[in-house]
């Protein structure tokens, strides 16, 4: 394997007096793929979230650049090229075009470029059809495929999923895991918690399980 | 009876003629009730949401008081600020009383608890993601603040609504900071107030019908918004 894009370490965690997190180290490698299984309540969630800068651990170490950092010092920095996919994903009031253009507003490109992007995003993830349509009523299937173009769209190099084939029918299942290999392929370090492991074979690289707060093989 | 349809009657006449005298009432009535809540509604809705997102101690006692400061009655703000824009007050050397500016912000001190504790409740309901999905995507905090309201728009527009409703009904603090000058900070509700001492009620059913309109426009359009956000939901 080559170097780690991103090495965190040490990520200590606890709700409500519950030690969620203990010290959990996880290692992300361009273009590989990281299956996180567990019970509900695990910590799963919460852990991408720390990744992407959503929540905020107790104590967590960040290896980036060759050199260690704490969490708070280095997560500002990092946190643009990370990002996080909810379950159910929320897709913004608007249509799928603006939805998919939301997050370029924040970059450097241009309008022109913007533009661009967008129409070459929704013909990568086949939803030309759909641009101009009201992103809250698509079905759920197509609603994840939004959320996966709306992330694809920023080229991050960490993609954080909670659970993205949970609840979806077998087409949709066919296309989201479709859309995740071309993200893997394309050199994006991705991390996806499920309970169904037999979706992620061929996929996933690495499967870790939670026990008790930890990360095992 | 039927002396309130005579007075009725003739209140329509004065309406419907556009009197001068009656309209200049209606006119300053809006233009200080919509100087204080636009002047309001930012300040308001971003405490709203430092309130909800912000995590400092004492939030929960900071919601309680704005929630009870929205029964606080009209004529205790406008006692309040008669006593610090008189002239020995310690603003009194700004000169404000009886001015439509101290109207203005005695009613942005009535709406402003309002604007909170409803702009509060509309920011809680919204959905956690929305901020989450915006900061992930690349959003600053301030757009994705932007984003938040974007998504409960409906119910922050019911917030600034009903803010408008109560400070365009108010009496207590035009009367007293305002003066009811004629032309100048005499406003619907003091005019109202007035005109039936002198027991002149068609020009106080006049602008009691303006008033009542308005009731009935700002309950149809929040019905009208109630139905959007369900329908959205």
Not at chain 1, 107 to 133: C, F, H, M, P, Y
Not at chain 2, 218 to 232: D, H, M, N, P, W
Request: hydrophobic share 45%; net charge positive.
């Amino acid at each position: 394997m080559n170097e780690p894009l991103l090495v965190f370490r040490g990520i200590e965690k606890s709700f409500a007096g519950s030690q969620i997190l203990r010290n959990v180290d996880l290692l992300l490698y361009p273009g590989n793929c990281i299956l996180l299984s567990g019970k509900n309540g695990a910590g799963k969630s919460t852990l991408l979230k720390i990744i992407a800068g959503l929540e905020t651990p107790e104590q967590a170490e960040i290896e980036y650049s060759g050199e260690s950092h704490s969490w708070k010092t280095v997560i500002r920095s990092i946190r643009k090229n990370i990002i996080y996919l909810h379950q159910q994903p929320f897709l913004f009031s608007g249509t799928v075009l603006s939805n998919v253009a939301y997050g370029l507003r924040f970059t450097s490109l241009n309008r022109k470029q913007r533009r661009e992007s967008v129409i070459e995003a929704l013909e990568w993830a086949g939803l030309t059809d759909v641009a101009t349509q009201d992103a809250k009523t698509l079905s759920r299937g197509v609603q994840q495929r939004v959320a996966f173009t709306r992330a694809w769209i920023l080229k991050p190099k960490v993609l954080l999923l909670d659970e993205p084939m949970a609840n979806m029918d077998h087409e949709s299942r066919e296309q989201t895991s479709l859309l995740l290999r071309r993200m893997k392929s394309s050199g994006m370090s991705i991390v996806v918690t499920s309970h169904m492991q037999q979706y992620y074979d061929g996929l996933a690289d690495q499967h870790f399980h939670f026990k008790r707060g930890r990360l095992v093989p | 009876m039927s002396g309130l349809l005579i007075n009725t009657q003739q209140a329509l006449q004065l309406l419907l003629s556009g009197d001068p005298k009656l309209w200049s009432i209606v006119i300053i009535s809006f233009s200080v009730s919509l100087k204080a809540i636009v002047l309001t509604t930012p300040l308001a809705l971003l405490v709203a949401f430092a309130l909800n997102h912000g995590n400092f101690p004492g939030i929960r006692f900071i919601v309680a008081v704005f929630n009870s400061l929205l029964s606080v009655p009209t004529v205790v703000i406008g006692l309040f600020l008669y006593v610090l824009l008189s002239r020995q007050g310690p603003f009194g050397d700004l000169r404000l009383l009886f001015t439509q500016t101290a109207m203005v912000i005695g009613q942005m001190f009535l709406c402003f608890p309002i604007l909170v504790a409803l702009g509060y409740a509309a920011i809680q309901a919204a959905d956690q993601r929305v901020w989450e999905t915006a900061r992930t995507l690349g959003a600053p905090s301030w757009f994705s603040m932007l984003t938040v309201f974007y998504e409960v728009r409906f119910g922050l527009l019911a917030a600034v609504l009903t803010g408008f409703g109560r400070i365009i009904s108010e009496v207590g603090i035009s009367m007293m900071v305002g003066g009811n000058i004629m032309g100048y900070t005499r406003n619907i509700t003091t005019a109202i107030a007035l005109e039936t001492s002198k027991g002149e009620f068609a020009q106080g059913i006049a602008l009691g019908l303006v008033l009542l309109t308005l009731a009935f426009l700002l309950t149809v359009f929040l019905s009208y918004i109630q139905g959007k956000k369900e329908f959205a939901a």
